[in-house]
């Protein structure tokens, strides 16, 4: 009697977002607030998800993880805003939530900013997004 062998598999989406769910409700302000931001999001058909958005679309598709990058912000008080977001997130999600912090690489305290994270739980760094963030 051949024995069977079973190979465990993880489905892992390596490229989400998720927002924080006052992103969604004061859209407008947002939209003013950030050039690339308004570029991807004046259409209010764009969809803004939030961590508990996004584990309810991994449950029904059968994604085990999801890597949850920050968005390119181009003010470095909403990256710092979306990134604690983010932690929080990841921490409530049972490690479901790999969370990738962004930073405004101009700003003075970007490296002191990205060792907080770290020591939080943030896994990588992302997104970035040279051309509105103002540097190359």
């Given at each position: ?112 900013d990205l ?20 540097y190359s």
């Amino acid at each position: 009697m051949a024995l069977l062998r079973y190979h465990a598999r993880m489905i892992i989406d390596a490229h989400t977002h998720i927002f924080p769910p006052v992103v969604n409700e004061d859209r407008d302000a947002y939209l003013q607030r950030d050039t690339t931001f308004r570029e991807l999001y004046t259409n209010p058909k764009a969809r803004i998800a939030t961590a508990e958005e996004l584990i309810a679309s991994m449950d029904e598709a059968g994604i085990d993880k999801s890597v949850a990058c920050g968005f390119g912000w181009s003010d470095a008080e909403l990256c710092r805003e979306h990134n604690d977001y983010l932690l929080e997130a990841a921490e409530r999600s049972g490690g479901r939530l790999i969370p990738f912090c962004t930073i405004q690489p101009s700003d003075k305290a970007a490296r002191d900013d990205l060792k907080r994270w770290a020591s939080r739980g943030a896994r990588g760094l992302g997104e970035l997004r040279p051309v509105s963030q103002g540097y190359s």
